[in-house]
């Protein structure tokens, strides 16, 4: 008890000197860095009264995908008019320094929510409940994630078309990746799977700690390439890289909106949330939405096509609101019933990963040099601050969250098939590190834990491995709370609801072991912190009963959530939306973001997302390019007739 006092008292104390650090982070960027500022490209909310009555597209949501359509869409057709509206604002100056991203959580750029209280995950979180941050702002989740570009593999998008999605598999999909890209490092610029003069620039981190080449030696030492997880294979080690411009952050808003805003044909409304897609009950046609905005409620019409890319939690809750969505559920929530789709708020899936497995290190040159990754008291310090903004350079241009990745295939993956199960962040950061600030805040983790895994160790060279489930086999899904929009929607993950995603999870535990007995790793004196987890103590410690305690006690979500409005053929009946991405039974409504994916892919989900939307793009393009005048106007009747 005391111990947990003593714990929550100081990390408390280390708030001041956070928002401090924060503060003159700020000052200095302002003052010294024009870059980031970016005044003449900084995207500027269209004011109400220069808003029009009409547009040809509405997209609901600024985020990554958003950001894509309405960039592509405005370039396509000059004579098209584009209206974004994004619930949150601009991205600040502070999302562009890599390293403070988990600050990010939990402000006003995050949603903040939270998953509905277990009994069986997310145990050892404050109130038994995960966190879930998704980004409530223009460029979406990419303005808070930790920036890995990560495609996924092959087989994930030749399963799509496998299961009654035509033309989703790898070959169709990849000209969608590569067309967004302007690849920045110099060993794959020539690559066939990378391309160059894109929107979204894609670099190496500009620094790096000293333990990273231990960790891709200790790979190669267990026979792991050393590759490009995008490329030709994935199962192996690679430095990370990530969406980054000049070090630093290349969210969708800066890659896609920015040079797109001053477009006469785009405008961008922020902080204005949608209520409801408006749908003709008799022709079930989307014609329109209403939107909240400085405490006034709009509605704005769509002459030709609505698109939803709200994300994987509120595509489903609008469709819900709108009349769209699992009849019982509608009528509990006395919404009148457009449309039964059984489908949508289901097949929720997520990256789940054991969290908390520190491995303490020492230099092997001796305590004078004995930086090998990232401590808070060091790396977060004045003279980090004036390095980064006088000299673009030093730690605050690192992501230590995952220096490296690794893809690797458990007893349970096919031995022939380049398929891995596991994917693994390799940190040259620990939970101890930090002190508390990033990991232990980030995560929810209670201070009683907290406590007891890291309070006597705090500050020592430590270094963390993240495990996380590929391809989980559990489905969750995700409700209504109420009619009201405000209200965050229930989210139910199911982690663990199949008892196979532990049993494989768990073999990361026994991989990460393995390579911390490598020789190289042993230059480091690597070894696992020994403090369990209080309620995981009856166990014997490292076996497999004491793994699926300590992965349902830190259970750790890897921000990945997918799947909620199902693509799939019409036989599905979970399917929400064609391989066009177009709303079964309602006309004029498309979903275009992660909540599409019938499958989580391999990888992590910014980079697919941005992918999905520009294979979106190209379908609305052709679409409405093939259709002659006439049918155009008799697809857009009824919106003419209710004018």
């Not at 070090?247 to 006469?264: D, Q, T, Y």
Request: hydrophobic share 35%; net charge neutral.
């Amino acid at each position: 008890m005391v111990i947990t006092t003593f714990s929550v008292f100081r990390i408390g104390l280390s708030i001041i000197p956070e928002v401090t650090f924060l503060m003159f982070l700020k000052f200095m960027i302002i003052n010294n860095r024009p870059d980031i500022i970016d005044i003449e490209n900084r995207i500027q909310s269209i004011p109400i009264n220069k808003m029009q009555l009409v547009y040809d597209f509405i997209i609901i949501g600024g985020g990554s995908a958003g950001s894509v359509l309405a960039n592509r869409l405005t370039e396509a057709e000059q004579n098209w008019t584009v209206l974004i509206l994004e619930a949150g604002g601009d991205e600040t100056i502070l999302s562009d320094v890599p390293l403070i991203f988990p600050t990010l959580q939990l402000t006003n750029l995050d949603w903040q929510f939270r998953t509905v209280p277990s009994s069986t995950y997310c145990l050892s979180m404050n109130g038994r409940s995960c966190k879930w941050p998704r980004g409530k702002v223009l460029g979406g989740s990419s303005v808070l994630n930790a920036m890995l570009y990560v495609r996924g593999n092959r087989r994930d998008y030749d399963n799509w078309q496998n299961y009654g999605n035509p033309d989703w598999n790898y070959d169709h999909v990849l000209p969608y990746f590569k067309k967004s890209e302007d690849m920045r490092i110099p060993d794959l610029i020539n690559s066939p799977y990378h391309q160059t003069g894109g929107y979204l620039t894609i670099e190496r981190f500009n620094y790096q700690s000293p333990i990273v080449e231990y960790f891709l030696r200790a790979g190669h030492e267990m026979g792991y390439e050393i590759l490009d997880v995008n490329g030709e294979k994935q199962t192996g080690f690679s430095y990370s890289c990530g969406t980054l411009r000049n070090g630093l952050r290349c969210s969708s808003a800066k890659a896609f909106l920015r040079p797109a805003s001053k477009r006469r044909n785009l405008h961008i409304s922020t902080h204005s949330l949608v209520g409801k897609i408006l749908i003709e009950p008799t022709t079930k046609r989307a014609y329109g939405v209403t939107f909240e905005r400085e405490l006034q409620v709009f509605t704005v019409y769509a002459n030709l096509e609505i698109i939803l890319s709200a994300g994987t939690i509120q595509s489903p809750q609008l469709l819900m609101l709108s009349g769209v969505g699992p009849g019982e559920h509608l009528s509990k929530m006395g919404i009148p019933l457009i449309h039964n789709a059984p489908g949508v708020g289901r097949n929720l899936q997520d990256h789940v990963a054991i969290g908390g497995i520190s491995y303490l290190t020492d230099s092997p040159f001796g305590k004078d040099f004995e930086e090998l990754g990232f401590v808070l008291p060091r790396s977060l310090t004045s003279d980090s601050v004036r390095q980064f903004a006088l000299k673009g350079s030093g730690p605050l241009y690192m992501i230590p969250q995952c220096e490296v990745m690794a893809f690797i295939k458990t007893k349970y993956a096919n031995e022939t098939e380049d398929y891995p199960d596991l994917q693994l962040f390799l940190a040259s950061a620990a939970d101890n590190t930090d002190g508390g600030l990033f990991g232990k805040r980030g995560c929810g983790l209670n201070d009683k834990v907290y406590a007891s895994i890291y309070e006597n160790i705090l500050y020592h060279d430590s270094y963390t491995v993240v495990p996380l489930l590929l391809r989980p086999k559990s489905r969750g899904y995700i409700e209504l709370r109420s009619r009201n929009p405000k209200d965050h929607p229930l989210i139910y993950p199911n982690y663990f609801a199949d008892p196979r995603d532990l049993t494989v999870l768990i073999e990361g535990t026994k991989f990460i072991e393995k390579m911390s007995e490598t020789m190289t790793m042993r230059m480091l004196n690597s070894r696992l912190n020994g403090n369990q987890i209080p309620e995981c103590s009856k166990f014997k410690f490292l076996s497999e009963d004491y793994w699926r305690c300590h992965a349902r006690h830190y259970t750790m979500t890897i921000y990945h959530p997918v799947g909620t409005a199902k693509m799939g053929p019409a036989s599905d009946p979970e399917a929400v939306v064609d391989s066009q991405l177009r709303v079964y039974g309602v006309s004029g409504l498309r979903v275009i973001d992660a909540s599409i994916m019938p499958t989580i892919c391999s990888g992590n989900t910014n980079a697919p997302v941005i992918m999905i939307a520009e294979k979106g793009a190209d379908m609305i393009r052709d679409y409405w390019k093939k259709i002659s005048e006439r049918e155009r106007e008799r697809e857009s009747y009824f919106l003419n007739r209710k004018r």
